[in-house]
């Protein structure tokens, strides 16, 4: 199940067609079924929460709580035996920076969400990007996901 969640005012989002695109991106990335929460939030709640889960004490785009801890991305799916392992965790993310950071790179909003939101999902697979080695392997798991998503014939734009 996809939930999403809008607790900002600051960007209209098209939710039906997000809650859509997530599905297709969890099908795209073989998490079909799977349960994964995308929460829309404002820039202090994101601050809060980067402050208090990274230290870090500033707003950012996307934080990502994965429901499974893991060392290896991915090597919790072989345990995922009950309904209730088959949650991925969820994605908070701060629409009124993510709204900035379109306007300063001249992009679109549909353009650059799904690229945050498969972001994202790898992090809750287990991916990180604090060493070189490990944001090559998330790199490329995101751009698998990102090129099955373009032939994915129930991805809606946003």
């Given amino acids: 199940m996809v939930l999403v969640v809008n607790r900002q005012r600051a960007v209209w989002l098209p939710l039906r ?7 297709a991106l969890l099908d795209c990335s073989g998490y ?5 929460g995308v929460h829309f939030i404002e820039n202090q709640e994101i601050q809060d929460l980067n402050r208090r889960y990274r230290m870090r004490d500033a707003p950012t785009d996307i934080l990502s709580f994965p429901f499974h801890a893991t060392a290896e991305p991915e090597s919790f799916r072989a345990a995922a035996t009950t309904d209730d392992d088959r949650n991925l965790g969820d994605m908070f993310l701060s629409m009124p920076y993510v709204a900035h950071h379109c306007r300063a790179n001249n992009e679109t909003l549909a353009a650059h969400l799904p690229v945050l939101l498969t972001h994202g999902l790898c992090h809750l697979m287990g991916y990180d990007h604090e060493r070189d080695s490990d944001f090559e392997k998330m790199a490329a798991r995101e751009r698998a996901i990102l090129r099955r998503l373009r032939e994915h014939p129930g991805a809606p734009p946003i």
């Fill in 17 to 23: 067609c997000i809650r859509r695109q997530v599905a």
């Fill in 32 to 36: 079909a079924g799977w349960d994964v």
